[in-house]
């Protein structure tokens, strides 16, 4: 691994420590991680005058920082403990003070999950692809789970349970726990209406990876909660709350 550098995109800075990670790569570039999501969540902050955008699977903080900008409040969650702290580096390097963030993977219930060794095939080169198992997840083969591998444990809790409220917009991305990130938290989504932009993985790399969950049994699960799909963005679902006048 080279030396760490220091990009700064858009008059954020970010630490860049692996150039052959997908996303560290493209950031190394000056390119914007995922800006067409960036770019939409801002457009609905000044829209509809959003005050706390909360951010499940933020990774190294490549939409929560920039974002921080435009909003009052930033909740940011990420699982994955090296990441976590990465995390934590760009928010003291860019002195951001209006970010809280949480180390901890979330679910439909509290668990203990493993992340295994990042170097196999399928995340070698994409950090942001890494999975939280658990034992279930083991038992039943899913999400590509080796114990031989494993380098890493933490908690897992569900969202409802965290000491995050009134927030107006919310990003998920969590790898394949779609399903159970919305299920366990579908209090605080029911009471606070949130916008909703998730990625949901397609059947096929679902099916490859045992899960039982199926795309749309993500989609309707969260329409059943009162919400209409507003826009696709590549495996990215925007939902708006039907309440909200688009």
Request: hydrophobic share 35%.
């Amino acid at each position: 691994m080279s030396k760490a550098d220091t990009i700064i995109i858009n008059g954020i800075k970010y630490i860049i420590r692996n150039k052959e990670d997908i996303i560290e790569n493209c950031l190394h570039k000056g390119i914007q991680w995922n800006n067409d999501i960036v770019l939409l969540i801002g457009l609905c902050i000044k829209k509809y005058r959003l005050k706390h955008f909360v951010n499940i699977g933020c990774h190294i903080g490549t939409i929560a920082l920039p974002i921080s900008k435009y909003i009052k409040k930033v909740s940011a969650i990420e699982a994955y403990p090296p990441t976590f702290k990465h995390l934590q580096e760009n928010i003291k390097l860019n002195k951001i003070k209006n970010i809280t963030s949480y180390n901890i993977a979330v679910g439909d219930s509290e668990n203990v999950v493993y992340f295994f060794d990042r170097l196999n095939e399928r995340v070698k080169n994409n950090l942001g692809g890494m999975h939280a198992i658990t034992n279930e997840d083991i038992k039943k083969n899913r999400l590509s789970s080796n114990l031989s591998s494993k380098q890493y444990e933490n908690l897992m809790k569900k969202f409802d349970d965290l000491p995050i409220n009134e927030f107006d917009i919310l990003l998920i991305d969590v790898e394949g726990r779609e399903y159970e990130a919305i299920k366990g938290g579908f209090k605080k989504i029911k009471k606070n209406k949130p916008i909703i932009i998730i990625e949901i993985w397609e059947n096929s790399k679902r099916r490859a990876e045992n899960m039982e969950t199926t795309k749309e049994d993500v989609v309707k699960y969260i329409k059943n909660l009162d919400y209409k799909l507003f826009k696709k963005i590549n495996d990215n679902y925007v939902f708006f709350p039907n309440n909200l006048k688009i």
